[in-house]
């Protein structure tokens, strides 16, 4: 199990899961970026977040670094009023004794993370630079960094340094308790930080190298150099986080069976058989994308309201005759009874997005709709999967936004978000690209939404006919400004073969033409 390392997807996954969660705000974004160390940007609700594969130890040790380095900038994003840079002196240390006042605040809500945290900072003492190795007054940040946070220092300081060191730190705690009891935010500790500067006489200006998670001197390379480490830092910070066992936050088995379950999904979500990328079938891959934006609570909320009874497996359907009358039922004219039936739905379907540019001016809703849509058929728990296609330097792109072994989650969230409508509709080549994973998958239903005519009418038809010869069903939704264009592209799609068409005039309706195809099926 160690030997398998998880994917970027599978991380931001739960990283966005997790972040929201602990922080409470559900408009965070989260970014594995190689090029900065870890961080929170408050005015863009992002975390930047270092890759796992930076961090040391075995791969279960590195994702409880990650985690806590995930749960740090969540505290960071619910108590902090401002994050300044870590470049510079003033920053760095105002920063500094925020990571302590956000974990004691954290901890209130999040005990769990006590030895996590003892962990961590026994890991993070191998990361932090020989003071040796740190040159001019940098070397006095670190000192108070080393000496505050984790109650040593690597290496040795003159002994006036050092004595200066302990004062600030001190008087550092001392602020850091009023700050607790009496409430006091990130703006009342940023007015003491200049004192702490005096008392190690540094300029607030002067630059701080950058230390990140990384392969360097001082690693707990055996179970009893980190034990050592362990006991250490979990004495120090008794008095914060109570009495914690050495052995105990080592072994981490609280936190063993999540990673168990994420290495499970990880494998789920692997590649079965026929590659994308083999067949011209890309994958979009930002993770900075914030796909918040195409949610629509109120639509996502109304359609599982709307198709509750689905889920359940029973359906009411009115009738011509049962045991109970509907009178509103009958004025309008229809059949005046109804009863439950039992529905279930195993159709296993493949949906195509049609992203050319004459789209562009309402893709946001476009996406948003859909979204609503993938959220209801995994309510549903219906087998699909998510293609899109558009034009990107003069060449159309099929993007796979959601393979049907996939749970629909943030990471295909992401993807849809990111795609940007432009260029033409050349369904025909579309379609020849997905023919062989479709061929290999066999779904149930192949539906396709789309606002305009293909450029290639007889192509497309031939390409209908393929698929419909290996028993898939062929289906196409419409779009159109108004009834009248959405009927008119409806009828001419249904003049290229497809078993079905539908016309949709206002976009928020298309998830339930959709579910109307799952119903009828």
């Not at 359609?303 to 309008?332: N, P």
């Not at 195509?352 to 309510?379: F, R």
Request: aromatic share 10%.
């Amino acid at each position: 199990m160690q030997a398998l390392s998880l994917r970027n997807d599978t991380l931001v996954d739960i990283a966005t899961f997790l972040v929201r969660r602990w922080s409470g705000k559900d408009n965070i974004t989260i970014e594995i970026s190689n090029k900065t160390e870890t961080r929170t940007r408050l005015h863009e609700n992002r975390v930047i977040i270092t890759p796992i594969d930076r961090y040391n130890g075995n791969n279960f040790q590195k994702y409880r670094q990650f985690r806590t380095s995930l749960w740090h900038e969540a505290m960071r994003v619910r108590f902090c009023k401002k994050i300044l840079s870590s470049d510079h002196a003033f920053g760095f240390i105002l920063n500094t004794i925020e990571t302590r006042r956000i974990e004691l605040l954290g901890r209130k809500l999040w005990q769990g993370m006590d030895e996590e945290l003892i962990f961590n900072y026994s890991y993070m003492w191998s990361y932090r630079p020989l003071l040796g190795s740190v040159y001019g007054k940098a070397r006095m940040v670190e000192a108070f960094y080393q000496y505050f946070l984790i109650g040593d220092i690597k290496g040795e300081l003159q002994p006036s340094s050092f004595d200066k060191v302990v004062k600030a730190v001190e008087y550092a705690k001392k602020i850091l308790d009023d700050a607790i009891e009496k409430n006091y935010d990130t703006e009342w500790l940023e007015t003491k930080i200049p004192e702490i500067l005096r008392m190690l006489d540094l300029d607030a200006l002067i630059t701080v190298p950058l230390s990140a998670p990384k392969r360097g001197p001082g690693l707990a390379v055996t179970e009893q150099d980190l034990v050592k480490a362990l006991s250490k830092i979990a004495k120090y910070r008794e008095n914060d986080l109570g009495k914690i066992d050495p052995k105990s936050a080592l072994e981490g088995k609280e936190i063993f069976d999540e990673y168990s379950v994420l290495l499970e999904e990880n494998r789920k979500n692997e590649n079965i058989g026929l590659g994308t990328d083999t067949i011209g079938i890309r994958i979009p891959a930002e993770t900075s994308v914030d796909e918040t934006k195409i949610y629509d609570l109120d639509l996502i909320s109304n359609l599982k309201a709307k198709f509750r009874q689905w889920k359940t497996g029973w359906r009411e359907q009115h009738v011509i005759a049962g045991d109970e009358f509907d009178a509103e039922t009958y004025i309008e004219g229809h059949y005046p009874f109804f009863t439950d039936i039992k529905k279930t739905i195993n159709t296993r379907i493949v949906i195509l997005l049609d992203h050319s540019s004459s789209i562009s001016a309402d893709q946001l809703e476009y996406k948003k709709a859909t979204l609503a849509l993938c959220e209801v058929l995994s309510y549903l728990k219906v087998k699909f999967a998510v293609y899109a296609f558009n034009t990107e330097q003069k060449q159309v792109v099929c993007w796979l936004i959601k393979p049907e072994n996939m749970k629909w989650n943030y990471v295909a969230a992401k993807r849809l978000a990111q795609i940007v409508a432009n260029g033409g509709t050349p369904l025909a080549e579309v379609y020849d690209k997905m023919y062989p994973i479709l061929y290999s998958k066999k779904p149930d239903i192949f539906l396709t939404l789309s606002d305009g005519e293909p450029s290639d009418p007889n192509a497309v038809r031939n390409m209908v006919k393929a698929f419909k010869q290996i028993g898939i069903k062929m289906v196409a939704i419409g779009v159109g400004p108004d009834t009248t264009r959405a009927t008119i592209i409806a009828n001419n799609l249904k003049y290229l073969g497809y078993e079905r068409t539908l016309a949709v005039s206002r976009i928020n309706d298309i998830p339930k033409r959709v579910l109307s195809v799952l119903g009828g099926s």
